[in-house]
């Protein structure tokens, strides 16, 4: 296990210095879509037009000998145009001298280990769902027949958090399929310096290929063999109902005032699943065999940030989701009293 951690630390780090030959800044975004990757997850970017979102994946894809494709939605785009359709097609048969003509399957371009959904908020609810489908289930259905996607695959979607008009907002449940919503902001002025020499330039860097899907694949299994004591799963559990009002379903207990305030439904079970393997993945990029608190904790913005319900008071008053994870963070013990793993191991790990 410890030689296997070791590679995965290296194999991580290398695939993010080769993004970085390209991308410049932006390294909490490298790493957190990196993460949802190695954990088998997909990855919701919110962020304004321009800054890097398109370049950040199609370099991952380089990086990692990963085929990718980029899907532009539109209010007409259908879920055909994602997924593919059947084609008649007509060939010769020898015995007859006639044409035979046939369904044949002609794939969409969904079929990628990569791929780009860009402004997904702007086509429609059905199309939307076409794509949430395969994220969930890893393959698409077309006339009555089922069709697997390429392992490993990656799905990366954004959105521009400032145009409203022409826009579908994506539903709750489908929020919920993504691993990760990441905001991305822009960059500070030291490295729009160097965004302005790179792209600017006669030469534009490369990212050479450093690993491929085997080596993918082996990295997310590997993922879920690291370690998570019991008071770590606690705090992730204890995290989860935090998010959960007064008056709901196994809220109140761990919930704080600006939760009872301002959150009309909380995160769901998948979120603890997000948070427990982002902190596997956290732990073994710096080398160690378990998953501590702190791992935890870090991962818990990205992963809980898209998955509450905020009521009419919380947009009233312009409270945000970060705003409240926050809160819960700064105010949820290390260690719960008659919980399982509870005592004075129960700390950060």
Request: hydrophobic fraction near 45%; include cysteine; charged fraction near 20%.
């Amino acid at each position: 296990m410890a030689e296997l951690t070791e590679r995965f630390g290296q194999d991580f780090a290398a695939a993010r210095a080769q993004i970085g030959r390209v991308i410049v800044g932006h390294q909490e975004i490298v790493e957190g879509v990196l993460i949802a990757l190695f954990c088998g997850g997909h990855c919701l970017l919110e962020g304004v037009p321009g800054l890097g979102k398109t370049l950040l994946i199609r370099s991952l894809a380089r990086a990692l000998r990963l085929s990718f494709t980029r899907i532009q939605f539109t209010p007409d785009l259908m879920p055909a145009d994602i997924t593919g359709t059947m084609v008649v097609s007509e060939e010769d048969d020898p015995a007859t001298g006639r044409k035979d003509r046939r369904f044949t399957f002609a794939r969409g371009p969904i079929f990628a280990q990569m791929v780009l959904a860009d402004e997904i908020n702007r086509a429609t609810p059905k199309t939307q769902s076409a794509l949430l489908e395969a994220m969930a289930e890893r393959s698409v259905t077309v006339g009555g027949v089922s069709h697997a996607l390429d392992r490993p695959f990656f799905v990366m979607a954004t959105q521009n958090p400032l145009e409203q008009e022409g826009t579908y907002p994506l539903p709750e449940a489908q929020l919920d399929r993504f691993f990760f919503k990441l905001d991305v902001r822009t960059s500070a002025r030291a490295e729009l310096f160097e965004v302005l020499l790179r792209t600017t330039g006669g030469v534009q860097e490369e990212p050479s290929p450093v690993l491929d899907s085997a080596q993918i694949l082996g990295h997310q299994e590997l993922v879920r063999r690291v370690a998570v004591a019991p008071h770590v799963q606690d705090y992730v559990v204890r995290l989860v109902l935090a998010t959960h009002p007064k008056g709901t379903p196994g809220g109140g207990e761990f919930s704080t005032p600006m939760v009872d305030r301002f959150v009309r439904v909380g995160a769901s079970p998948r979120a603890g699943q997000a948070i427990t393997l982002a902190a596997k993945c956290r732990a073994l990029i710096q080398g160690r065999p378990a998953a501590s608190i702190d791992d935890a904790r870090s991962v818990a913005l990205a992963a809980l940030r898209h998955r509450l319900i905020l009521n009419f008071e919380a947009q009233a008053q312009g409270a945000t989701s970060d705003e409240i994870l926050r809160n819960i963070l700064e105010t949820l013990p290390l260690e719960a009293p008659g919980m399982p793993g509870a005592g004075p191991a129960a700390l950060r790990g």
